[in-house]
């Protein structure tokens, strides 16, 4: 079954502490995404990559860093510089940039 | 920079009803429209894509139509049935302006349908 793997669903971690959330795909998909979901705000872009070995900075990317060493995996860590780090993240793809986003089932971070 | 609103922000109707939800955007620089569900707790399911040359798209029940120069969107769930109880949202991929090449999410429509 072709999908999008996030892990772990639910994470807790003290503040001060960096995290990191997995996110892979064996979709085949070049492009990959990162949202933060927030009650009420909708989804905010934090980073997104196009292609291997390549990722831009989306609209809130402090406090946050990427890597894009292999296709099918595009983890995100969310540093002790993020103020508000507690909430939903959502990692996506598509086949490239523009066509249909496929979502991971997302992780729920508590920072406390 | 693409705003993207999303009207009603909740709804509730009963098990049978046609419906329909909205979404309008402030940039028409557009290269397509998504919509999306998503359940409680879930990630987001792709539901529909309209490209910008394209006026709607039909999948089962669901009926997306686009009008690219006015900003609008609207989402025809017909028939509605208990089991499409979900959170709605939309996105725009954008074609222009400082948000080229993203896409900008609505903040979604709780729709609740009850037996």
């Known amino acids: 079954d072709g999908g999008i793997t996030q892990s772990p669903k639910y994470l807790f971690r003290k503040e001060g502490q960096n995290v990191t959330l997995s996110c892979e795909q064996n979709?085949?998909?070049?492009?990959m995404y990162w949202y933060r979901q927030d009650p009420g705000q909708g989804l905010r872009l934090i980073y997104y990559s196009q292609i291997v070995n390549d990722f831009q900075k989306g609209d809130i990317a402090e406090g946050y860093s990427v890597s894009r060493e292999k296709k099918e995996s595009f983890p995100l860590t969310v540093t002790s510089a993020q103020k508000n780090p507690t909430a939903f993240y959502l990692c996506?793809?598509?086949?490239?940039?523009?066509?249909?986003?496929?979502f991971g089932n997302g992780t729920r971070l508590t920072v406390t | 920079k693409q705003e993207v609103t999303q009207i009603p922000a909740a709804l509730s109707v009963p098990e049978g009803e046609n419906l329909v939800l909205n979404c309008s955007f402030t940039?028409?620089?557009?290269?397509?429209l998504q919509w999306f569900r998503q359940d409680p707790g879930k990630g987001l399911t792709s539901l529909l894509l309209?490209?910008?040359?394209?006026r709607e798209q039909t999948s089962g029940r669901l009926n997306a139509s686009l009008d690219k120069s006015s900003g609008r969107s609207t989402l025809y769930i017909a028939a509605s049935q208990p089991g499409d109880s979900a959170t709605y949202l939309c996105?725009?991929?954008?074609?222009?302006?400082?948000?080229?090449?993203?896409?900008?999410f609505g903040q979604g429509t709780i729709l609740t349908v009850h037996p």
């Open positions: 996105a725009v991929y954008n074609a222009g302006g400082t948000s080229y090449g993203k896409l900008t």
């Open positions: 979709l085949n998909h070049d492009a």
């Open positions: 996506a793809s598509s086949l490239t940039p523009g066509q249909a986003l496929h």
């Open positions: 309209i490209q910008s040359s394209q």
């Open positions: 940039d028409s620089a557009i290269y397509n």
